[in-house]
C-alpha cells in the first residue's frame, strides 16, 4: 500500500532527523557568519542531487536572507556554470571541475561547502583539500557515515543514515533552517 510505505518513510525520516548533531549545525552557522562578518566568498559545490541542493542553498541565502540588505552574503555555488564544468570534465577531468573554478575566485579565509551524500565525491574532496592548502575554510555537509568528506574538511555535518533519499532530505531541510535562521536574526 502506498500509504504505508509513505508512513514508513516518513516515521524512518523523523527518526533520521531527530538524531542530527545539533552542534555540527551550530559550527555550520558558525562559519557562515564569521564568513559574512569578513565579507568573505562563501563557495558550496556537490554532485546530483547534492549539485541541486547548493544550487538551492545559494538561492536562498543570496535572495532570501540578502535582497534588501546593505551587507550580504557573498555565496557562489560552483555548479550554476554547466559550460565551466562540461569544459572542464571534456579537457581535463570531472574530478577538477570545482578545483579550477577555486583557482579563479578562491581567496585566503574564504569558505567552502562541500555537499556529498556518500562524502566521497572526488570532484568535491579535491576542492576541499585545495581550499583547505589554500587557507580558505571547508565544512563538509555529508551523510552514510561522512567517508572521505568528514576527513577532509576542518568541519562537517553528518546526517546519519545510508539512505541517500533521506540524507539529501535532511540535507535540505538544515540548509533552509540556516536560512531561516539568518533571516529571522536580520529582523532583530
Not at 153 to 181: G, P, R
Request: glycine letters at 10%; one cysteine or more.
Amino acid at each position: 500500500m502506498p500509504s504505508a510505505f509513505l508512513k514508513n518513510y516518513l516515521s524512518e525520516l523523523i527518526g533520521i532527523i531527530n538524531d542530527v548533531n545539533v552542534k555540527e549545525f551550530e559550527y555550520l552557522i558558525d562559519e557562515l557568519a564569521s564568513a559574512y562578518g569578513r565579507q568573505s566568498n562563501i563557495f558550496i559545490c556537490g554532485n546530483g542531487g547534492s549539485a541541486a541542493t547548493a544550487a538551492h542553498f545559494a538561492c536562498d541565502i543570496n535572495k532570501g536572507v540578502s535582497f534588501g540588505k546593505e551587507k550580504r552574503f557573498r555565496v557562489i555555488c560552483l555548479n550554476d556554470s554547466i559550460p565551466t564544468i562540461t569544459a572542464y570534465s571534456n579537457d581535463v577531468s570531472y574530478d577538477s571541475i570545482f578545483v579550477e573554478q577555486l583557482k579563479n575566485f578562491m581567496n585566503a579565509g574564504d569558505l567552502l561547502i562541500g555537499i556529498s551524500g556518500s562524502g566521497n565525491s572526488e570532484n568535491v574532496l579535491k576542492a576541499v583539500r585545495y581550499a583547505n592548502e589554500s587557507g580558505g575554510r571547508t565544512f563538509g555537509v555529508c551523510g552514510c557515515g561522512g567517508g572521505g568528506l568528514k576527513d577532509s574538511a576542518q568541519k562537517y555535518l553528518v546526517i546519519n543514515s545510508n539512505d541517500m533519499q533521506k540524507v539529501e532530505d535532511v540535507h535540505l531541510i538544515i540548509l533552509h533552517c540556516i536560512m531561516q535562521w539568518f533571516s529571522a536574526k536580520q529582523k532583530r
